[in-house]
């Protein structure tokens, strides 16, 4: 018998909740005793997550515990950081923001949204109040250096920004994967929890899983097939891919025909764009690229996916829009194991508050660069901010986000930001951005809040519907984010002569959005046997609800004029004559990012459990590039760009393709001023300090992170 638990000691207790560490929102299972946390599990009854949970959730608890976690406001002096209360703190913050808009107009306030954000609906219910009291056009996210050519195609072809096409990876037969690691992400732009078992189960059906990837991913090693590719020749592969498909006779858009416009054009326009021609460009051979358009064309159900290793680079407008193209010209779309779009029980496409984008209404100051959805590319942020004249930017808000770590020449982004009038951050962290701030407001921990995901439903595998209560109360002097942001938007609006605005909570948005999403009393077909979805119905059902698997939704689920999908668009086919007359990418290292199963952005550095063990942020080398050099195996060695100079040590790396060089983002921690004791003790160096501002894509503005020109030299 076990020992009786003294009377002192709080019940254990089982709480249902959700990991917002990633896109892949794992439904989990805490045990916890009082306020200690005794074991996190994956939600074995999450109809999406089916159990599995990776390493970093068990970090959760490191977060929530981590002394270095702010949880009171904290404000610069002359004598150092030092606590104020919240009252002081959101007087201060309006009546600063408030005095240079006022002085200079609402240009004057950069606006920058960072990761997590995205991941805590509280922020995303209550941050565009606060943008709108700003009534600023500095508006910047991570967005423009990550998906935005995803989102601008999404826009273009769909009308809808957040209208993009998913894999059906539960039932298609040939997934044809470009610079994704799903392996280590478990999905993005693709929420795809327990990625290894539903390969395994491709397998198993007899379908097959080809990726083409620089570096030999964890993704390539489960893959049938793996093709090293030269970063930034995706976009030459994808076309010459379209290219042999009209050439050949093999599209079949079958019933997708009746929305099709402009294929004729799109014939044209990759007709240059054969074999031959993209073999010196990817480094894979012609009669390769020609068999695997033809195999894409031919498999029972097919879907093309690529994410941010083809976003970031120089096409990477070009490389998701031919992705579209050819689930679209083959047949591979609105249909069972294609690219499907998502029947999200709160439904952001088809809300009262739905946003479908726009492109190009304004350019930024300096360099002339276009906005998408009312956010301009971030590589621009610094010099918007470094040059002097009417708009500069003079005072800064950031909301979650390391952008000194996670934007293009972050060395420079860091002098902008020292010579700012005034920065607000909210902010966990004392981190390589928020160290610049006058005033952090630090928002309570994921434990603390309830949480529905607003965004990644709309981009599952499977439609489900989660809400989760609190594991926690929160503490009685913490504020929630969404409290923050209200607060400063009320105080702001005050201050500026406008009327404050009082929205109603993230639960009651959550729960009128479901009721009149596709699923509640309003929508739901009477013969329906799951009962109408509400936040009390969810709150009734803590493992979430099944909503079964994707289904056909066109023409109705478009948004674009006339639901029409028109593919000749202008900007990119002139980007895609472009591509076709440029010589030949020359010769020398190019450096490209990845992804760590153990990673995901900076601000996971700081959990000891998540950095221990063997370093991960070396840069990787094929050995024959480090015997070309006369470098040694895990000797330093600087690596130069246009924009700076590194020092990192070397790893030699069969992954690696010959003439490709990695290195990990979101490091770098041994800036001063930060208060990150793990991070700090396995800082690691910032690619971030090698990455260029002006290398972009030229359609969107979005960074060109990858396939930069590199040296490597000696330390
Ligand atoms: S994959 Fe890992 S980090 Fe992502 S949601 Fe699941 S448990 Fe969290």
């Given at each position: 018998?076990?020992?009786?638990?003294?009377?002192?000691?709080?019940?254990?207790?089982?709480?249902?909740?959700?990991?917002n560490?990633?896109e892949?929102?794992?439904?989990?299972?805490?045990?916890?005793?009082?306020?200690?946390?005794?074991?996190?599990?994956?939600?074995?009854?999450?109809?999406?997550?089916?159990?599995?949970?990776?390493?970093?959730?068990?970090?959760?608890?490191?977060?929530?515990?981590?002394?270095?976690?702010?949880?009171?406001?904290?404000?610069?002096?002359?004598?150092?950081?030092?606590?104020?209360?919240?009252?002081?703190?959101?007087?201060?913050?309006?009546?600063?923001?408030?005095?240079?808009?006022?002085?200079?107009?609402?240009?004057?306030?950069?606006?920058?949204l960072g990761n997590p954000s995205v991941h805590n609906y509280?922020h995303l219910?209550?941050a565009?109040?606060?943008?709108?009291?700003?009534?600023?056009?500095?508006?910047?996210s991570a967005t423009?250096?990550?998906?935005?050519?995803?989102?601008?195609?999404?826009?273009?072809?769909?009308?809808?920004?957040?209208?993009?096409?998913?894999?059906?990876?539960?039932?298609?037969?040939?997934?044809?994967?470009?610079?994704?690691?799903?392996?280590?992400?478990?999905?993005?732009?693709?929420?795809?929890?327990?990625?290894?078992?539903?390969?395994?189960?491709?397998?198993?059906?007899?379908?097959?899983?080809?990726?083409?990837?620089?570096?030999?991913?964890?993704?390539?090693?489960?893959?049938?097939?793996?093709?090293?590719?030269?970063?930034?020749?995706?976009?030459?592969?994808?076309?010459?891919?379209?290219?042999?498909?009209?050439?050949?006779?093999?599209?079949?858009?079958?019933?997708?025909?009746?929305?099709?416009?402009?294929?004729?054009?799109?014939?044209?326009?990759?007709?240059?764009?054969?074999?031959?021609?993209?073999?010196?460009?990817?480094?894979?051979?012609?009669?390769?690229?020609?068999?695997?358009?033809?195999?894409?064309?031919?498999?029972?159900?097919?879907?093309?996916?690529?994410?941010?290793?083809?976003?970031?680079?120089?096409?990477?407008?070009?490389?998701?829009?031919?992705?579209?193209?050819?689930?679209?010209?083959?047949?591979?779309?609105?249909?069972?194991?294609?690219?499907?779009?998502?029947?999200?029980?709160?439904?952001?496409?088809?809300?009262?508050?739905?946003?479908?984008?726009?492109?190009?209404?304004?350019?930024?100051?300096?360099?002339?660069?276009?906005?998408?959805?009312?956010?301009?590319?971030?590589?621009?942020?610094?010099?918007?901010?470094?040059?002097?004249?009417?708009?500069?930017?003079?005072?800064?808000?950031?909301?979650a986000?390391?952008?000194?770590?996670?934007?293009?020449?972050?060395?420079?982004?860091?002098?902008?930001?020292?010579?700012?009038?005034?920065?607000?951050?909210?902010?966990?962290?004392?981190?390589?951005?928020?160290?610049?701030?006058?005033?952090?407001?630090?928002?309570?921990?994921?434990?603390?809040?309830?949480?529905?995901d607003l965004i990644f439903?709309?981009?599952?595998?499977?439609?489900?519907?989660?809400?989760?209560?609190?594991?926690?109360?929160?503490?009685?002097?913490?504020?929630?984010?969404?409290?923050?942001?209200?607060?400063?938007?009320?105080?702001?609006?005050?201050?500026?002569?406008?009327?404050?605005?009082?929205?109603?909570?993230?639960?009651?948005?959550?729960?009128?959005?479901?009721?009149?999403?596709?699923?509640?009393?309003?929508?739901?077909?009477?013969?329906?046997?799951?009962?109408?979805?509400?936040?009390?119905?969810?709150?009734?059902?803590?493992?979430?609800?099944?909503?079964?698997?994707?289904?056909?939704?066109?023409?109705?689920?478009?948004?674009?004029?006339?639901?029409?999908?028109?593919?000749?668009?202008?900007?990119?086919?002139?980007?895609?004559?472009?591509?076709?007359?440029?010589?030949?990418?020359?010769?020398?290292?190019?450096?490209?990012?990845?992804?760590?199963?153990?990673?995901?952005?900076?601000?996971?550095?700081?959990?000891?459990?998540?950095?221990?063990?063997?370093?991960?942020?070396?840069?990787?080398?094929?050995?024959?590039?480090?015997?070309?050099?006369?470098?040694?195996?895990?000797?330093?060695?600087?690596?130069?760009?246009?924009?700076?100079?590194?020092?990192?040590?070397?790893?030699?790396?069969?992954?690696?393709?010959?003439?490709?060089?990695?290195?990990?983002?979101?490091?770098?921690?041994?800036?001063?001023?930060?208060?990150?004791?793990?991070?700090?003790?396995?800082?690691?160096?910032?690619?971030?300090?090698?990455?260029?501002?002006?290398?972009?894509?030229?359609?969107?503005?979005?960074?060109?992170?990858?396939?930069?020109?590199?040296?490597?030299?000696?330390?």
């Open positions: 018998m076990s020992e009786p638990r003294p009377a002192s000691e709080p019940e254990v207790r089982t709480h249902y909740g959700a990991c560490l990633c892949a929102i794992c439904g989990l299972e805490f045990k916890v005793q009082g306020r200690k946390i005794l074991s996190i599990r994956g939600d074995e009854a999450d109809p999406l997550s089916r159990g599995h949970i990776c390493p970093k959730a068990v970090a959760l608890r490191d977060l929530y515990e981590d002394p270095d976690r702010l949880r009171k406001p904290l404000r610069r002096t002359e004598s150092g950081w030092q606590e104020m209360d919240w009252d002081a703190a959101f007087e201060l913050v309006a009546e600063r923001l408030a005095g240079i808009i006022k002085a200079h107009g609402g240009n004057a306030v950069g606006a920058y509280g219910t209550h565009p109040a606060l943008l709108r009291q700003l009534q600023t056009r500095n508006r910047y423009s250096v990550d998906q935005l050519p995803s989102q601008l195609m999404s826009y273009w072809l769909y009308g809808h920004q957040l209208l993009l096409a998913i894999p059906d990876l539960d039932r298609t037969q040939y997934f044809f994967v470009l610079g994704a690691n799903p392996m280590a992400s478990n999905g993005s732009l693709m929420t795809v929890p327990d990625f290894r078992n539903r390969v395994k189960a491709l397998h198993a059906r007899g379908g097959r899983m080809v990726v083409i990837d620089p570096r030999r991913s964890e993704t390539a090693e489960v893959a049938d097939e793996h093709h090293f590719i030269r970063p930034g020749g995706d976009a030459w592969l994808l076309l010459a891919m379209l290219q042999v498909i009209f050439a050949e006779r093999l599209e079949k858009p079958g019933r997708l025909a009746e929305w099709l416009d402009g294929l004729d054009e799109v014939r044209a326009a990759v007709a240059p764009f054969t074999p031959e021609r993209a073999a010196p460009q990817t480094g894979i051979a012609a009669e390769d690229i020609r068999r695997l358009a033809r195999e894409f064309a031919a498999a029972e159900a097919a879907v093309c996916y690529g994410r941010m290793g083809v976003s970031v680079q120089a096409f990477g407008s070009v490389c998701q829009w031919a992705i579209q193209l050819l689930n679209l010209v083959t047949g591979n779309f609105d249909r069972a194991g294609g690219a499907m779009f998502t029947s999200p029980a709160l439904d952001l496409i088809d809300s009262p508050a739905s946003r479908p984008g726009h492109f190009g209404k304004w350019q930024s100051r300096v360099s002339g660069l276009p906005e998408f959805g009312g956010e301009l590319p971030v590589a621009v942020l610094a010099e918007e901010i470094l040059t002097p004249g009417e708009g500069q930017i003079r005072a800064m808000v950031t909301m986000g390391n952008p000194i770590l996670s934007t293009p020449n972050g060395a420079q982004l860091d002098r902008a930001f020292a010579q700012l009038e005034f920065m607000v951050s909210l902010d966990i962290y004392l981190n390589e951005t928020t160290r610049h701030a006058d005033v952090i407001l630090p928002p309570t921990s994921a434990l603390e809040h309830d949480h529905y439903h709309h981009f599952a595998v499977r439609n489900s519907a989660r809400y989760n209560q609190p594991l926690f109360e929160k503490p009685a002097d913490a504020r929630h984010d969404w409290e923050i942001l209200s607060e400063v938007g009320q105080r702001l609006a005050t201050k500026l002569g406008n009327k404050p605005q009082n929205g109603p909570r993230p639960d009651q948005v959550v729960d009128f959005g479901l009721q009149s999403g596709p699923y509640g009393a309003a929508r739901r077909s009477p013969d329906s046997s799951m009962p109408p979805l509400s936040l009390k119905t969810l709150k009734e059902h803590p493992h979430g609800i099944d909503l079964g698997p994707l289904q056909p939704s066109l023409p109705g689920r478009l948004r674009s004029e006339g639901q029409r999908i028109r593919c000749a668009v202008p900007l990119v086919l002139a980007d895609i004559e472009r591509l076709a007359a440029l010589p030949e990418t020359a010769a020398g290292l190019r450096l490209i990012g990845r992804r760590h199963v153990r990673s995901n952005n900076s601000w996971m550095h700081n959990s000891e459990r998540l950095v221990k063990g063997k370093p991960r942020h070396q840069l990787l080398m094929h050995p024959a590039d480090l015997a070309a050099r006369g470098l040694a195996d895990g000797a330093p060695v600087r690596v130069r760009s246009r924009v700076g100079e590194i020092t990192v040590e070397v790893q030699s790396s069969v992954e690696m393709m010959p003439g490709v060089v990695s290195l990990p983002h979101g490091w770098g921690h041994a800036r001063e001023g930060v208060r990150l004791g793990v991070a700090q003790a396995h800082a690691g160096v910032s690619v971030n300090d090698l990455t260029d501002e002006r290398e972009l894509d030229a359609v969107s503005g979005n960074a060109a992170l990858n396939g930069l020109a590199v040296e490597v030299l000696a330390a």
